[in-house]
């Protein structure tokens, strides 16, 4: 007798979002159990991003339906997903640059909290909010960098202080669109290492979208594949990088997923 699998936390039935003639996630059913990290893989123009777009609540689609925790959300905005605990990053770092490292998380928590947020304050006013700020900081490696102002941080540092943001709004679920993106290769081990220690804790659910493959190999439960908007493989990284269909679509056929 074999052991009951999770509910799924997140699932999609028949995803659909078409542009005009365009068809850029087709019927995809995609499912996250809780706690685990899912990683979507894909060629350029797969519809990795759109298929996040729909999920987080930025596009509403032709067709389908989007569930969380078996609520159809589908109709909710972002606003109201973000307060149902999904979080998400994009691709372009998104913090405020004349405010410290430490503003910026604070004012996340706040937000969450809904303190709102007063310029003409004092800041000793929220010094329970600003020590949950610096623990936040402490995760995601950036405590040493919490009084500078953020436009002066590495594309790494911010993209670690975005994530840093998205953990002061307690998300259950978090969606990370191409963390690493712009990065050099020496910031890299800094995402990694956070993103591990997030898996380790056994309290967030991760959906992951990355082009670095030896991130996601090591890091993933399981992985998922699109192709021209259609899920063609769903499987744990050994069985996809053995995978040939998945081979001749995302690289075609010409190397090794390793």
Do not use: C
């Not at 930025?58 to 925790?69: H, I, M």
Request: aromatic letters at 8%; proline letters at 4%; hydrophobic letters at 40%.
């Amino acid at each position: 007798m074999t052991d009951k699998q999770p509910d799924p936390i997140i699932e999609t039935r028949d995803l659909t979002i078409r542009f005009g003639g365009h068809v850029a996630v087709d019927h995809v059913n995609f499912s996250v159990e809780p706690y685990a990290l899912k990683s979507i893989i894909g060629p350029n123009g797969a519809g990795k991003t759109t298929l996040f777009n729909m999920m987080t609540g930025q596009y509403r689609p032709s067709e389908g339906q989007v569930f969380l925790k078996g609520r159809d959300i589908t109709s909710l905005g972002p606003a109201e997903r973000t307060r149902l605990g999904i979080g998400r990053s994009f691709q372009l770092t998104n913090v405020f640059p004349l405010l410290t490292v430490l503003e910026n998380v604070r004012i996340a928590i706040q937000s969450r909290e809904a303190f709102g947020f007063n310029f003409w304050r004092s800041y000793l006013h929220f010094s329970d909010t600003e020590d949950e700020a610096y623990e936040v900081l402490k995760e995601v490696l950036l405590e040493d960098k919490w009084d500078q102002v953020s436009s002066g941080l590495t594309h790494g540092e911010k993209r670690k202080l975005e994530i840093g943001i998205l953990f002061a709004l307690k998300p259950k679920i978090l969606f990370l669109d191409e963390p690493t993106a712009g990065m050099g290769q020496e910031e890299v081990p800094a995402i990694l290492e956070i993103l591990q220690k997030i898996k380790d804790g056994k309290d967030r659910t991760i959906l992951l979208v990355e082009h670095k493959m030896d991130m996601i190999m090591s890091l993933s439960d399981r992985i998922a594949v699109l192709q021209e908007g259609r899920l063609i493989a769903e499987d744990s990284p050994d069985q996809i990088a053995r995978n040939e269909i998945v081979q001749a679509a995302y690289l075609g056929g010409g190397a090794k997923i390793e």
